[in-house]
């Protein structure tokens, strides 16, 4: 895996916000693959920051046709809920991108048969074609999206059950309260990420450097389900000194 590393988080946000532009003027056909979390804020803002600064007809060009598929969506919230990854990327990147909200894909959470939605979204992101470019956080437990260890790289879209830790992990947005966290999620699997064209990993602060250490230098396990990204040929992870262990 090819290691990119920058000086602080906000020089990551920068370098992964540009790649992602870059992605929608090369190859505006391929849906891209996205992630939210702390780590990915900071990314949409400066995606943001640097539309705008684009000539007018690029400008159009990221704009026009957009269709990205994020990871996952906590099961039984409301798309309106503030605490839905729904309402993380209205807020984040539908809203300040100026992007057709019909084009910024995710599960619908409130679906009855959570099973059988992950079976549709699946099933839409290849008919789109599968992802081009997917940007994948780090959990502490060495999750992307939300495939919790154990988990191998068979498993595919799917409903699951999250771990105490990863809702104590995302409980900012549940006023600090990890049991008010949903249990599930709906998320993509091992499968599709390996199946994209190009990923990036996306890592900062401090308290993520053992686990990187870990998805660089272990051998694949199902411990520690990004190690997987180790068998794809197109991964770059892109990461601060702190991430990566530097004093
Ligand atoms: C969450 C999400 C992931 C995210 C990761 C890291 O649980 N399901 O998509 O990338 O954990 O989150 P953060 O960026 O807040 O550290």
New binding site residues.
């Given amino acids: 895996m090819e290691v990119i590393e920058l000086a602080d988080a906000a020089a990551v946000a920068e370098r992964v916000a540009a790649r992602l532009l870059n992605a929608r003027r090369q190859q505006p056909l391929r849906p891209l693959g996205l992630?939210?979390?702390?780590?990915?804020v900071p990314v949409y803002a400066a995606m943001a920051r640097l539309l705008p600064l684009l000539p007018a007809p690029e400008q159009a060009q990221v704009r026009r046709g957009w269709l990205s598929f994020n990871?996952?969506e906590y099961v039984g919230l409301d798309p309106a809920d503030p605490r839905s990854f729904h309402a993380a990327m209205a807020a984040q990147l539908t809203g300040p991108l100026g992007l057709d909200p019909a084009g910024v894909r995710l599960p619908d959470g409130q679906a009855p048969d959570p099973q059988a939605e992950a079976g549709r979204y699946t099933a839409a992101v290849a008919a789109a074609g599968g992802i081009g470019l997917q940007v994948?956080?780090?959990?502490?437990n060495g999750?992307?999206?939300?495939n919790e260890p154990p988990c191998g790289p068979e498993a595919p879209c799917r409903c699951v059950e999250?771990s105490d830790g990863?809702r104590a992990?995302?409980a900012?947005g549940f006023g600090g309260v990890g049991a008010a966290v949903p249990t599930r999620?709906i998320?993509l699997g091992l499968v599709e990420i390996l199946a994209a064209e190009r990923i990036l990993l996306?890592v900062t602060?401090a308290a993520?450097a053992s686990v990187l250490r870990r998805v660089l230098e272990a051998p694949p396990t199902p411990d520690i389900p990004a190690t997987w990204l180790q068998r794809h040929r197109a991964v770059s992870v892109i990461a601060d000194g702190a991430a990566l262990g530097r004093v």
């Fill in positions: 992630a939210t979390g702390r780590t990915m990871l996952d994948l956080g780090l959990g502490l999750h992307v999206g939300f999250l990863t992990q995302n900012d999620a998320t996306v602060g993520k």
